[in-house]
């Protein structure tokens, strides 16, 4: 790790006073979280709240705003069984300046892109490392240089309608640095509102070039040219949809402008897209809550944990994606408790349909059929986990166990022995492994 963003995070907390809210339901972050500012970074005020729910934590927020006091937000993707979009959106609408960090799991890049248009500061990926963390937190709350400076002082000129000064601001900025995209737009906003409108559209278009993933310059253009050329605002209108495609109100515009087009046939396209959009987050949503559920009672009612997983994977329908294959787990899982491996391994055959060289899946089904009796199928299927990824069992002491187990069960003894060996490496207290060991090096000899 850097020195520097250590002494970012550091001096964020100990000199400027900032404080760091949490909302999080997962402990293990919390702890990851809390050691990172108190162990590592080695600050000794009390400057973390973590909250499990939105309504106490938003609080949090505002009274840190009413004190002056900097605020950092780290927010899971979902909270309470809820995406936290909503609370995104709300959050930055009162406190444009609030510093925001998503917590997700895997995430796909027109995920995140969605997230930086909504305001977001930076996305995190879970599990995470402190180091990670730390990298994280100094990118966001790096401290603001002379351009952040004349771009507050720029907008607060165009705001109050001093429409000189704030060129001269945006002079300024191009100064120090000639292509800067916000320059450009600060320029351009200022054209735009005295009516300069070709003027502002180069300034977007130039600020565009620059930074040709930066999304706020196109939605700079697609506005400069609303009412004023249809071509042209449905161009970039759909520039902007291709590079973050999760906007459903976006979607939704595009839709409505073919219309008036008289083009239904491509209305249509993005009013189905913008359906699927927004059924996807409901179903995200539903998932999360049936895992929870299969969480709580997978040990003692696998009946229950099969009933609502099922009637979820049913529900997505055409919506299920390799963002679901953990609900096919688990519910491989409860059928496997109630003796249904025939069931299992259906459902196992289906997942892998969706996702074909997830070699989980693949291991999942060779321990269904071993549960049937059927060794060489559980074989065979280890085989092919095993070709999908070589080092998949490495980390689990109790895939481990399993792999060496059937394979001397079908004594393919020196295949028994590197799984028994990994389980060992994994955890050398074990007794059991010590004897398997021992027993496959006689038969072997």
């Known amino acids: 790790m850097e020195k520097r963003y250590d002494s970012i995070v550091y001096d964020y907390l100990e000199k400027r006073g900032g404080g760091i809210v949490l909302l999080s339901e997962d402990l293990l972050f919390k702890r990851m979280l809390t050691s990172t500012i108190y162990k590592t970074i080695g600050t000794k005020r009390d400057c973390l709240w973590s909250f499990e729910e939105i309504q106490p934590g938003l609080k949090r927020v505002q009274q840190c705003q009413a004190q002056k006091m900097e605020c950092l937000v780290f927010i899971e993707r979902f909270l309470e069984s809820h995406p936290s979009t909503d609370t995104i959106i709300a959050m930055k609408r009162l406190m444009p300046d609030l510093r925001i960090i998503v917590l997700v799991g895997e995430t796909k890049s027109e995920n995140i892109a969605y997230f930086y248009e909504i305001g977001v500061n930076n996305v995190i990926s879970k599990p995470a490392s402190v180091n990670n963390i730390i990298e994280k937190m100094a990118f966001t709350l790096k401290p603001q240089g002379k351009l952040s400076e004349y771009m ?5 000129f165009l705001a109050a309608g001093k429409h000189d000064q704030a060129l001269q601001v945006s002079d300024k900025i191009l100064e120090i640095k000639p ?18 409108r070709e003027d502002a559209i180069k300034c977007y278009e130039a600020a565009h070039e620059s930074s040709r993933l930066y999304l706020e310059p196109l939605k700079k253009l697609a506005n400069a040219y609303d009412g004023f050329d249809d071509d042209k605002h449905l161009e970039y209108m759909k520039v902007l949809d291709k590079l973050s495609p999760l906007n459903t109100e976006r979607k939704t515009s595009i839709g409505a402008i073919h219309v008036k087009r008289e083009e239904l046939d491509h209305a249509e396209k993005y009013f189905d897209q913008a359906i699927d959009i927004a059924t996807r987050e409901a179903m995200s949503l539903v998932g999360n809550v049936a895992e929870q559920i299969s969480l709580a009672v997978s040990d003692v009612a696998p009946e229950m944990s099969e009933k609502y997983l099922s009637r979820v994977i049913e529900a997505k329908g055409k919506h299920l994606s390799k963002d679901d294959i953990s609900l096919f787990n688990k519910l491989g899982i409860a059928l496997r408790g109630q003796g249904k491996w025939r069931e299992a391994i259906e459902n196992y055959t289906r997942a892998l349909a969706i996702s074909p060289d997830d070699e989980g899946l693949i291991y999942n089904m060779g321990m269904a059929y071993y549960d049937g009796d059927e060794k060489r199928l559980a074989g065979q299927s280890f085989d092919k986990a095993l070709k999908k990824n070589p080092d998949f069992y490495k980390q689990s002491e109790v895939v481990s166990m399993n792999m060496g187990k059937i394979y001397a069960e079908l004594r393919k003894f020196e295949k028994a022995l590197v799984f028994y060996e990994n389980a060992h490496r994994i955890n050398p207290h074990n007794g059991t492994t010590k004897r398997k060991i021992s027993a496959i090096k006689k038969a072997l000899d």
Not at 187 to 192: A, C, H, P, S
């Open 179 to 196: 292509d800067s995209p916000a320059g450009l737009m600060l320029r351009g906003d200022v054209f735009l509102e005295s009516d300069k």
């Open 152 to 156: 507050n002082i720029g907008k607060r």
